[in-house]
């Protein structure tokens, strides 16, 4: 069905207004963080938001094409400057898209309430508004050589009785993908190399070792070496602790003085 | 205090990033994904593909949304808001500043409230929705767009049909698309339904204003009524040619007050009845000949409603059922409807029941056969006899009665039915029946919900009661009572012993939820509906429905609702109805007192006895319900009025007294106010300093936040709510003050929200966020004022009020937020989040605090101290990190207000998100779970790990001992 519906596209026009308008359409090519535009929920939708409380936000939802269309774009009446400057934000859940400052001009012909769209520039959050990127599209698209199309054509879809039609101009811009949206965290599942890598564990490794491996080195050391490592810890510092604890047994002994505080301390 | 202030030191330390995991996605939270009301004429099941049998249920719910629901299982396709896309005239916008002139209003009165209508065809793949001013072709299996087409601003559509296009179908639509729209003067366009382009226009230059639109396989009909100065209740019907739109011929009729139009293949026809119908006038367009039907039937007492069915089959005749409805009762009459002679004659009737019942047409095989549904069972009627052909008794009755209904009728062999119901009750809710079997129920109600409040589970409550008893006796008496209790308690002791072995077996094998939701306490969240509907929903079991209680007086009108919890009793006080006390735990009505009850709010206040609570008039003054029931004396209380024009301060108990009142500036307007929460704890006074000092916080709970917006710029201001002093005032120009400003206060800090230049020099349109945090003085170890022990301090001078030390950032934010709310815990100690709506993503954020901190180090690296107190550069674009989405990968439609409540759990907040449509649930852990094991938990490792101990020892234990002793021998 939807293809049946492609090839009228270009058929689709406005409501025959007395003032030209203006319309924007931003497509959603396929790119490597959004390879199925198609994908996209139904609810992301495209926003333009001047700022001033007096003109009204305008919304409008994503198309089945993959394509966002704002059409019978016109400047807001009660508007003082003759200039508007609008936020065009695209909102999807899914994923994050680059924003952009769109600029609607009066123009178009007509005296009165026709408006063009001066130009559509990426816009950077927290930096400054004339602070933009390379212009994308619109009427100041046209002079210097910009990678948006402009296709300014005539309206021709009109099939019954109404007022003649003006020019109608048409931006078409193409929408960045900056991410996608990433909600979930997995959780550090259980892992075996991390408990091994736990002090307590590495100490209860190396005195395991040491408790089966001992007896063994023991057994197989040569009898000589062994006799003489037995000697040394006769005469080590397991024989002086011995001695040591005797002598404070006794109340007499050379590090006496350090035993007595520490007996303080303890009854402290 | 010194602990809590390490301990939320030590959790703000830890607290890096909390996010969602994908294990608890879906498990922890809840949502009911709503679509609103559904309304009875654009309701439908419809294929929306021609290559497959399966249908969907379509539907334009009263909130205008238009949406597609799975039949099978009740889950939603897709959903699309009608409403908000389009452009409102200027003048409703202005409304935010000032209220429109008279010219305005009548403008905005001619274009009448906007009307919405939902169309489709078998096989075309897109269904057709007009609603205000715009008709839009949505894709039928994905609802997205596929063209829009927006009449001239102020022109609202009227009615639309699809009509055969009468082109080759191979390259178009099958079908057209007749839009009638305007206000004065109709004009009726024909619109390519497969582009959305203007195949012809008709324009009604007569001044009439246009009502309807019919057709019929030959013509199409226009009716417009003229204008009552000329001729009262007449309407001019003008046929058009299908081919080009031109005039073919007029007539005028005269009617009746009510009228509805009807369009069938082969005849379109309009029908008239007065006020109380006794009898209907139907006039098939086309022709001048009035029928008239009489309706009445001996001793049924008075019609109050009559609502008619079409039953258009293929083949003429066509039928109609005209569903008359009394108080007690219902029945039916069927009409033919010859197109040749324009005659239309009784068929039949069917059956007088003294029940609520709904109706339903489907067409088999060309015929039309009627479904009648009851509480108590399903009938199904063939035209021809008009008979009953199958019955299905019902296993549940419909909640609030059967509103309306749609069927689809199979038949297999002869006279093997099967059917298939989509019925909304009276009370909201849309329910699937299959052969009288539920399949599934949507609580659509829940679309409507304006207050809720948490219930806790009051079970432990006397064993608490009875503890505080001990605590405050002599010990004698006390000990006695201890003993009395244990005696008691031992009646209970066989039963536990009895359930102990198997309480032992499945604590060891439960899942981790069940466990979970003893340690979260069991509460309950009561919501009560703009509608006066009650519903209890249970957060431990995704939302369920635990109870839900009817409106006590039917009415379509929306109204204020403040919901009151205490003791386990609902207190519900409803505007222009008056108050309602409902037993939490089972819904059941205690009492209702139907006093008049007109208010904008209501303030509970603590009283002498039991808290009482004022009702706030439109002009900002506080009453009590009783007169003898007033607050205990020392109590304020700050009130707004409607107009928002001024915040008043009173001292309410024996006698109210005005303290002050806050005037907004000339040309400006209160939007809103907002003061701590009720239940906010301060785990420490101060803030730690990296080099050990503290800084102390600007504690007080009498703040009150304002906003005051102008045309293009906003105030906030900070006031002390016992004196009426300014502490902090801000002013943002060049800011929208058409979108929403949310603001929360909560312990020593606020932040708000708004969309706005940030700079006059360098102007950036940009979203942004801005956090004041409040001190008590500059420098740290230092309480200013209120330090110096000499000096007398006291919160009721105006004079001795001192006014806060601000530190404040601002943010950049990509998104826009509507709501703003902030998390709340038992003790205080975990810190904080603050929870934001964003409405254009269709999401709820949880933004950590120690992001918002305004003492972060601006163009400079932090210093070590710095580092240790968790503060890193600043950084003027606040990144919403996808992880910080409560909602994750839901789509939560319209929240308007998130509550948070506390659980046994000090790390655990509940949150629930209502207002706009859906309902949204969850639990948050803003410091991570730190006092319960996660799901990373694992019960048999740990068990493993002991035994392996175990075993080691058991195996070691010898050989130590062995060695021990050849040791001793050794020596």
């Known amino acids: ?268 | 205090m010194r602990l809590n202030a390490l301990l939320s030191l030590f959790l703000s330390s830890i607290s890096s990033v909390h996010s969602i995991l994908a294990d608890e996605a879906y498990h922890i939270d809840y949502h009911h994904a709503l679509l609103g009301i559904p309304q009875a004429e654009t309701t439908f099941f419809h294929q929306p593909s021609a290559s497959s049998n399966a249908s969907l249920l379509y539907t334009i719910s009263e909130k205008a949304i238009i949406g597609a629901v799975n039949p099978k299982d009740g889950s939603v396709v897709w959903r699309q808001s009608l409403a908000d896309p389009l452009p409102e005239p200027a003048s409703v916008v202005e409304e935010a500043v000032k209220l429109p002139d008279e010219e305005q209003q009548k403008a905005l009165r001619s274009i009448g409230p906007a009307k919405a209508g939902l169309l489709a065809e078998e096989g075309s793949g897109f269904v057709v929705s007009y609603y205000g001013s715009a008709v839009s072709a949505w894709d039928a299996m994905n609802g997205k767009l596929a063209w829009q087409r927006l009449m001239p601003q102020g022109q609202h559509v009227k009615s639309a049909l699809l009509i055969p296009s009468g082109r080759d179908t191979s390259s178009s639509s099958a079908v057209d698309v007749l839009v009638l729209h305007g206000t004065e003067g109709g004009t009726v366009t024909r619109l390519d339904a497969s582009s959305g382009a203007v195949v012809w226009e008709y324009e009604d230059r007569s001044g009439a204003s246009p009502r309807y639109l019919a057709s019929t396989k030959n013509s199409i009909y226009y009716v417009s009524e003229q204008s009552a100065v000329l001729a009262a209740n007449s309407m001019k019907i003008v046929s058009l040619d299908t081919e080009n739109g031109r005039e073919d011929k007029g007539h005028v009729l005269k009617v009746d007050e009510v009228v509805t139009v009807t369009s069938c293949p082969n005849a379109a026809f309009i029908s008239g009845h007065g006020r109380s119908p006794r009898s209907m006038k139907v006039n098939v367009l086309g022709s001048d000949k009035v029928n008239t039907l009489n309706l009445e039937r001996s001793n049924d007492g008075e019609i109050e409603a009559v609502s008619i069915l079409p039953g258009c089959g293929d083949s003429s005749p066509s039928h109609i059922l005209v569903h008359v409805q009394t108080r007690d009762g219902a029945w039916a009459e069927v009409f033919n409807i010859d197109s040749e002679s324009a005659e239309v004659r009784k068929a039949y009737s069917l059956p007088y029941l003294k029940a609520k019942d709904a109706f339903a047409v489907s067409i088999i095989d060309g015929k039309p056969h009627f479904t009648r549904i009851t509480d108590v069972e399903i009938e199904l009627y063939s035209f021809a006899s008009g008979i009953v052909v199958a019955r299905w008794p019902r296993n549940q009755p419909s909640f609030g009665g059967p509103g309306h209904a749609q069927a689809e009728v199979v038949l297999r062999g002869q006279s093997n039915y099967a059917i298939r119901i989509s019925e909304v009750a009276t009370g909201g809710e849309w329910t699937l029946m299959r052969n009288g079997e539920l399949v599934w129920s949507r609580p659509e109600m829940l679309a409507h919900v304006v207050a809720a409040a948490w219930v806790d589970d009051v079970s432990g409550e006397a064993l608490a009661h009875e503890l505080d008893f001990e605590g405050h006796e002599n010990p004698l008496r006390a000990y006695t009572h201890r003993l009395k209790r244990h005696l008691r308690d031992l009646e209970y002791l066989p039963a536990w012993l009895q359930q102990l072995p198997s309480s032992v077996t499945s604590g060891l094998l439960t899942s981790k939820a069940e466990t979970e939701k003893g340690l979260l306490g069991h509460k309950l969240l009561v919501v009560a509906t703009s509608t006066g509907q009650h519903v209890a929903l249970d957060p431990a079991k995704a939302g369920a429905i635990k109870w839900k209680r009817l409106a006590q007086a039917a009415s379509d009108e929306a109204r204020a609702v403040s919901l009151y919890v205490h003791d386990g009793v609902v207190t519900s006080y409803v505007d222009r109805l008056g108050i309602m006390t409902i037993n939490a735990t089972d819904g059941r009505d205690i009492s209702f007192d139907q006093s008049d009850a007109h208010f904008t709010g209501v303030i509970i206040a603590p009283g002498p006895v039991a808290p009482v609570a004022y009702r706030i008039s439109r002009d900002g003054q506080p009453n009590t319900t009783a007169i003898s029931d007033v607050a205990r004396d020392g109590t304020y209380l700050v009130t707004r009025s409607a107009s928002g024009q001024e915040v008043q301060g009173w001292m309410v108990g024996r006698s109210n007294i005005k303290l002050w009142t806050f005037s907004s500036a000339a040309g400006s307007r209160i939007t809103n106010v907002v003061a701590r929460p009720a239940h906010d704890p301060v785990s420490s006074i101060g803030k730690v300093l990296g080099d050990r000092s503290v800084l102390y916080k600007y504690l007080s709970p009498n703040l009150v936040l304002i906003t005051s917006t102008k045309r293009d710029s906003f105030t906030i201001y900070l006031l002390d709510s016992i004196t009426g002093t300014i502490l902090y005032s801000a002013t943002h120009q060049d800011a929208d003050t058409s979108s929403p400003i949310p603001s929360v206060l909560s312990e020593n800090w606020f932040t708000y929200s708004f969309f706005g230049t940030s700079d006059a020099k360098s102007p950036s349109k940009c979203h942004q966020l801005v956090i004041v945090e409040l001190y008590e003085s500059p420098i740290p170890n230092d309480r200013g004022p209120l330090g110096s022990s000499s000096a007398n301090y006291s919160s009721f001078s105006p004079g001795s009020i001192t006014k806060p030390h601000t530190i404040t950032q601002s943010f950049v934010i990509t998104q826009p937020i509507s709501h703003m709310s902030v998390t709340q815990t038992a003790q205080g100690i975990t810190s904080r989040q603050l929870l934001c709506t964003l409405p254009d993503l269709n999401a709820i954020i949880a933004i950590p605090r120690y992001l918002l901190d305004p003492r972060r180090p601006v163009d400079r690296d932090p210093t070590r101290e710095e580092i240790e107190e968790g503060l890193f550069r600043y950084s003027p674009v606040l990144d919403l990190d996808p992880k910080f989405f409560l909602s994750h990968s839901r789509e939560v439609v319209g929240i308007q207000k998130i509550i948070s409540a506390p659980t046994l759990l000090e790390s655990t907040s509940l949150v629930f998100g209502f207002g706009g449509l859906d309902v949204f649930g969850t639990r948050v852990t803003p410091s991570k779970a730190f006092d319960v094991l996660g799901k990373g938990f694992n019960k048999l490792a740990l068990i493993g790990t002991v035994a392996a101990l175990g075993l080691g020892t058991a195996v070691l234990a010898p050989m130590v001992r062995r060695k021990a002793v050849e040791r001793g021998w050794r020596l």
């Open chain 1, 1 to 268: 069905m939807l293809l049946l519906l492609l090839p009228l596209l270009p058929l689709l026009a406005t409501i025959p207004h007395l003032c030209s308008a203006a319309s924007l359409i931003i497509s959603i090519p396929p790119s490597t963080q959004l390879p199925n535009p198609n994908a996209l929920p139904p609810s992301t939708h495209a926003t333009l938001l001047s700022g001033v409380a007096q003109v009204p936000r305008i919304s409008t939802p994503l198309t089945a094409r993959s394509t966002i269309e704002f059409h019978n774009l016109t400047r807001p009446a009660s508007s003082d400057s003759s200039a508007q400057s609008y936020l065009l934000t695209i909102s999807a859940l899914s994923h994050v898209f680059a924003c952009y400052r769109v600029d609607i001009i009066p123009g178009g012909g007509s005296a009165d309430g026709g408006a063009v769209i001066e130009g559509i520039w990426e816009t950077y959050p927290g930096s400054a508004w004339s602070d933009r990127g390379p212009i994308l599209g619109g009427k100041a698209a046209q002079g210097g050589g910009a990678s948006g199309s402009v296709v300014n054509s005539a309206g021709s879809s009109s099939k019954g009785p109404g007022p003649e039609r003006e020019q109608e101009q048409i931006v078409r811009i193409d929408a960045k993908v900056l991410s996608r949206r990433d909600f979930y965290e997995q959780r550090a599942g259980f892992n075996p190399l991390g408990l091994l890598m736990n002090p307590m564990v590495l100490l209860g490794a190396v005195a395991m070792a040491i408790t089966f491996g001992m007896p063994y080195l023991m057994d197989n050391i040569d009898p000589d070496l062994k006799a003489e490592f037995q000697e040394q810890q006769k005469n080590g510092p397991l024989a002086g602790m011995h001695s040591a604890l005797q002598a404070a047994a006794s109340g007499v002994s050379s590090s006496g003085v350090d035993l007595r505080e520490g007996g303080g301390a303890r009854r402290r």
